[in-house]
C-alpha cells in the first residue's frame, strides 16, 4: 500500500522558522515533491528530492532520507504570505509519473 | 511553456444530472494527464490518468469516468452526480522533462452537488 503522513495542521510567528514533516511508505520511490496551495487555488511547485539531502531555494529549503522514507520542508523568514496548506507528495518508480499526495499541512503565520 | 486550461471554474449542479469538466494542454505532445479531486480540507486524490489517447487508468472505483479523445484533451464525466462528488477537480500534466521537475496544473473546477 501507499502512506504519506503529514501534521494537519501548524502555527508560527512572522520571522520564524518552521519544520513540516513528511513520512511515507511507498511500494516504489521515485522522488519526493513539496507543494504549496492557498485557499481554493492550485498547487504550486516547491522542490523536489530524489537523492538523499538539502536542497536549498530561497527561503524554502527539503530534505529528505530514502533509507528514513522521511523528508521535511523547512520554511525560514516566515511572511504571512506563506499562510497555505503545504502538500508532500511520492512518485513510484513505474513509468506513469503520477505522484501520490499527503493530505497536506495547513500553516498559519500569526504577526 | 506548457499551460493546462481547465473550465468551468465553478459549477452547481443538482444530484443526479450529468458532468463533464473538459482540460486541454498547450506547448507540449503526448503528455501524461491526471485528474485529482481534493475534497474540502483534504488532500489531493488521484482519480484518473492517461499516458495517451484512449488510454485510461482508474485508481479507486467510483461515480466518475474519463476519456482521452485527443492528446491534450482530458474529460472528466459522470452521468449521475452524487452528492459526495462535491469537490475542487483539477488536471495535471507530468512535466518530467520540464525544468522544474514538477506537474502543471490547471486551474480547478470547484464542484458543488446539491
Known amino acids: 500500500g501507499q502512506n504519506i503522513d503529514q501534521p494537519t495542521e501548524m502555527t508560527a510567528t512572522e520571522g520564524a522558522i518552521v519544520q513540516i514533516n513528511c513520512t511515507y511508505q511507498t511500494s516504489g520511490f521515485n522522488g519526493l515533491f513539496w507543494y504549496q496551495q492557498h485557499a481554493g487555488e492550485a498547487p504550486t511547485f516547491l522542490s523536489y528530492?530524489?537523492?538523499?539531502g538539502l536542497e536549498e531555494k530561497g527561503r524554502f529549503s527539503s530534505f529528505l532520507s530514502r533509507s528514513k522514507g522521511y523528508s521535511y520542508l523547512l520554511l525560514k523568514e516566515l511572511q504571512m504570505k506563506d499562510s497555505a496548506s503545504y502538500l508532500c507528495a511520492v512518485r513510484g518508480s513505474d513509468n506513469t509519473d503520477k505522484l501520490i499526495f499527503g493530505t497536506g499541512t495547513r500553516l498559519q503565520v500569526f504577526p | 511553456s506548457q499551460t493546462i486550461h481547465q473550465w468551468p471554474a465553478t459549477l452547481v449542479q443538482p444530484v443526479g444530472s450529468p458532468l463533464s469538466l473538459e482540460c486541454t494542454v498547450e506547448g507540449t505532445s503526448n503528455p501524461n494527464l491526471y485528474w485529482y479531486r481534493q475534497a474540502a480540507g483534504r488532500g489531493l486524490q488521484l482519480l484518473f490518468y492517461s499516458v495517451g489517447i484512449g488510454q485510461i487508468s482508474s485508481e479507486v472505483p467510483q461515480n466518475l469516468s474519463a476519456s482521452r479523445p485527443q492528446d491534450r484533451q482530458f474529460i472528466l464525466s459522470s452521468k449521475k452526480l452524487l452528492l459526495s462528488d462535491s469537490g475542487f477537480y483539477l488536471c495535471a500534466q507530468g512535466g518530467w522533462g520540464s525544468s522544474n521537475y514538477g506537474y502543471t496544473f490547471g486551474s480547478g473546477t470547484r464542484l458543488t452537488v446539491v
Open positions: 528530492n530524489v537523492l538523499d
